[in-house]
């Protein structure tokens, strides 16, 4: 698992390698950076991708927030760990999805929990969900689906770089969704809760790909009386993880 380090002081945030390193049963691989700048280059020149960033707040010349909100337009499934001197941010930082706030001095139990929800969260995104269609079958990453609809037989699976077609019913694409961060909406319509950017009335507004590319328009999901408090609270657990 690659992590990046991103802090200007790099006693406090080499703790954290410290105290990860001491589980010999996982495979760490970090990446220290003394500022936001040098991270961001890094990810440009040297084409890389990490699965956690932890992320200080308070650096020098470069606000962790500001960082966070430029790594999540490269990367919108990594999970960003944001490490402060006080809660003061908190409001500040569900701008870009983050996934945990961690207070300094970071204890040792603290960090371990986090990590162990990051491992959850992770496995179950690299996930596959398999269909076939014609004469061929499919493989999509659970976290790439950003919504599912159907349409009569037909079922249309919307992810972040095309649609896709399959014959499955319902009950199927339910059956295959093992992941938690899906959540039916109405009897033809499942959602990637990590895709929703807002819930009004009856609606929910997802971001909108096209290409690989997200656009600055979002698109409805009908909510159904039916499923919409199940929504609402799945929802709601679902924010408080990040």
Not at 29 to 54: A, E, P, R, T
Not at 91 to 114: A, G, H, R
């Amino acid at each position: 698992m690659k992590i990046a380090l991103c802090d200007d002081n790099p006693i406090e945030i080499g703790q954290i390698e410290t105290i990860l390193n001491q589980n010999r049963l996982l495979n760490y691989d970090f990446d220290f950076f003394s500022n936001g700048k040098k991270l961001l280059k890094h990810i440009s020149d040297m084409d890389v991708k990490y699965s956690i960033y932890f992320i200080t707040i308070e650096m020098a010349g470069h606000k962790g927030i500001d960082l966070a909100q430029q790594i999540r337009a490269l990367d919108l499934q990594a999970l960003i760990i944001f490490i402060s001197n006080d809660t003061t941010h908190m409001p500040e930082v569900f701008q870009v999805q983050t996934f945990d706030y961690l207070l300094k001095p970071i204890s040792k139990e603290q960090l371990m929990l986090t990590m162990d929800r990051a491992k959850i969260y992770l496995n179950e995104q690299n996930t596959y969900f398999d269909f076939s269609f014609g004469r061929k079958t499919i493989f999509l990453l659970l976290n790439d689906i950003v919504y599912i609809s159907k349409s009569g037989r037909v079922a249309y699976i919307h992810t972040t770089d095309t649609v896709y077609k399959t014959y499955l019913t319902m009950s199927e694409i339910l059956e295959k969704l093992t992941s938690n961060t899906f959540v039916r909406t109405h009897g033809s319509y499942v959602i990637n809760l990590n895709y929703i950017v807002e819930i009004v009335k009856n609606e929910a507004f997802v971001k909108h790909f096209k290409d690989g590319i997200q656009q600055e328009t979002k698109l409805s999901v009908p909510i159904s009386r039916k499923f919409k408090d199940d929504l609402k609270i799945k929802y709601s657990n679902f924010s408080k993880m990040l």
